[in-house]
């Protein structure tokens, strides 16, 4: 089940919650509405990243909890927080802009997902407790442009 709050003020408001699954085709379509055309791919591929961090690894797809994302737009910036109920992880220092750091090791697939988040948004964050990441994209003039087409 998916549960979705709208507002509209001057900026964009919404909540969308889910039970934990992978099945994510629907929520990634409600999160990517607003987008312009030309980011949605490349920002399909991030968010999907986010959201399947937090129902596996996170919640360990356990039906019983839930993933809530809330999203804005402000101005040409679009933001999106995502909270899972897991125990959470030490999440990586965002100080350094060294990203070779999240590249993929040689023991299967650790890193990839973070190493496409730092790819693909603007910013990324962290709680100190590593179970909520906020995620922005630019999308004005002055951003570069996707990287997928």
């Known amino acids: 089940m998916i549960a ?3 507002r509209t003020q001057e900026r964009t408001l919404g909540t969308i919650s889910f039970a934990s699954t992978l ?3 629907p929520v990634l379509d409600l999160l990517l509405a607003e987008i312009p055309q030309q980011w949605r791919a490349e920002l399909r ?3 999907q990243e986010a959201l399947v961090n937090a129902a596996k ?3 360990q797809l356990d039906p019983s909890k839930t993933v809530l994302v809330r999203f804005s737009v402000i101005g040409d910036q679009y933001w999106w927080e995502i909270a ?3 125990s959470g992880f030490t999440p990586p220092c965002t100080c350094s802009t060294d990203y070779s750091e999240h590249l993929p090791c040689d023991e299967g697939e650790c890193g990839r997902g973070l190493f496409i988040l730092y790819q693909i948004f603007d910013q990324v964050h962290w709680n100190s407790q590593g179970t909520e990441l906020k995620l922005c994209k630019q ?3 002055r ?3 996707p990287l997928v087409c």
């Open 57 to 59: 690894h996170g919640n």
């Open 23 to 25: 099945y994510l085709c």
């Open 143 to 145: 951003s570069r442009l």
């Open 139 to 141: 999308v004005g003039s």
């Open 45 to 47: 591929l991030g968010l």
């Open 4 to 6: 979705i709050s709208n």
């Open 84 to 86: 899972d109920q897991g």
